[in-house]
């Protein structure tokens, strides 16, 4: 095969990934794969097996390492490894992008974000049409439930409110305007909690900087939802009273501190919350699966080896983003997308859905 044409098979599995994540698991395992068939042919093809190092690789590695050990001790070793064969596509996805994508092609560049927001606005129409007509409680993804749909829509969002005036990503002012309203509405009719503040916080902190006319539009608009739609404003509500009303997360943490130092080292395993965890009768929701906060979900399955290789990895991605923002040879057309990156990797360390995001998209 030609090297222009495998390219473009390149490219075009590469967005086939982006867009098909959201929609189906089992379409992203498969492109996954044709990426590696296509990293192993262009290798021989270009007779060169050379690995492109990036500054997250190791604590990446280190991160892998220590879910692969919590597995050996795991309380429950059949299911841990059911669960790591699953992750590790998503592993392996990391490495093969780093390798085949080239972020200093803007034509590639331009083509893998607009994909991502179209693939975003879909993915929240499709979840508010579903909350509409009764089908689901709340607007949720085609792969999983209302959270996974809504810290996936607070990533791209996040992303997005810095590309307002970026000509090269979204040309048209209106088209970008529509967009940031589409994911901000499928945002809303999850009634997660905690995306809606994540949400505001990206939101009131871009406003601020450098989109008053959207701060403004935002919050005209929450302000109408609150008043017209009473689910909202019942949500609004619990939001207010936060600590009267956790969702029986005060239960799981209280759970997780009577045997958090049962396992402290490589923790109890991946995918074993229903086994350890101790207060089954104090819970309302009989079928929760995490424990709903993403660090202490790490400590818990990998125990203090993998809360350590996962900040380290969070420390290491804001490090390099924060580096590649500052640089004089950055572009600037590119400058606003790095900015919306590194915005969007803080939001997930504030809010910690990085892991429930994923145990969401994994495990309906």
């Known amino acids: 095969m030609p090297n222009i044409m495998l390219n473009r098979v390149v490219l075009v ?14 379409l992203a395992q498969g492109m996954v ?20 190092a990036t500054p997250l690789d190791l604590p990446f590695l280190m991160f892998i390492a220590a879910r692969i050990l919590s597995i050996l001790v795991s309380t429950d070793v059949r299911t841990s490894s059911v669960a790591f064969y699953t992750e590790v596509i998503f592993y392996v996805s990391f490495y093969l992008m780093t390798q085949l994508f080239d972020t200093a092609d803007m034509q590639q560049l331009r083509l893998l974000i607009r994909s991502l927001l179209i693939a975003a606005a879909v993915a929240s129409v499709i979840g508010m049409v579903k909350y ?3 089908v689901v409680p709340r607007a949720s993804s085609t792969t999983a439930g209302y959270y996974t749909l809504g810290g996936y829509l607070c990533i791209v969002l996040t992303v997005a409110l810095f590309l307002g005036t970026a000509k090269e990503f ?3 002012r209106w088209i970008w ?16 909690r905690l995306h809606w ?12 900087v450098k989109e008053r006319r959207m701060l403004a539009l935002f919050l005209v608009g929450g302000i109408a939802l609150a008043i017209l739609s009473p689910s909202v404003a019942a949500r609004l509500d619990d939001l207010v009273h936060v600590f009267s009303r956790s969702s029986d997360r005060d239960v799981l943490w209280r759970g997780a501190f009577a045997i958090w130092d049962q396992h402290p080292i490589l923790g109890f395993g991946p995918r074993t ?19 709903h906060n993403d660090f202490l979900q790490i400590y818990m399955e990998s125990g203090i080896v993998g809360l350590s290789s996962l900040l380290w990895l969070f420390a290491s991605t804001f490090y390099v983003a924060v580096r590649t923002l500052r640089s004089s040879l950055l572009p600037e057309s590119i400058r606003p997308l790095c900015a919306g990156l ?21 495990f309906r």
């Open 13 to 26: 599995s590469i967005v086939g990934l982006t867009i098909s994540i959201i929609f189906s698991i089992t």
């Open 33 to 52: 794969g044709v990426l590696a068939v296509l990293w192993i042919w262009k290798s021989i093809d270009t007779k060169e097996l050379a690995f492109k």
């Open 132 to 134: 509409a007509s009764g």
């Open 170 to 172: 979204i040309p048209l």
């Open 177 to 192: 305007m529509v967009s940031c309203v589409l994911l901000a509405c499928g945002i809303i009719f999850t009634f997660d």
């Open 197 to 208: 503040v994540g949400m505001a916080i990206v939101v009131l902190f871009v406003g601020v």
């Open 273 to 291: 919350f229903r086994e350890i965890f101790p207060f089954w009768d104090q819970v309302a929701d009989k079928g929760i699966g995490s424990w």
């Open 342 to 362: 590194l915005c969007s990797v803080a939001l997930m360390f504030l809010v910690g859905g990085v892991m429930d995001l994923l145990v969401g998209l994994l």
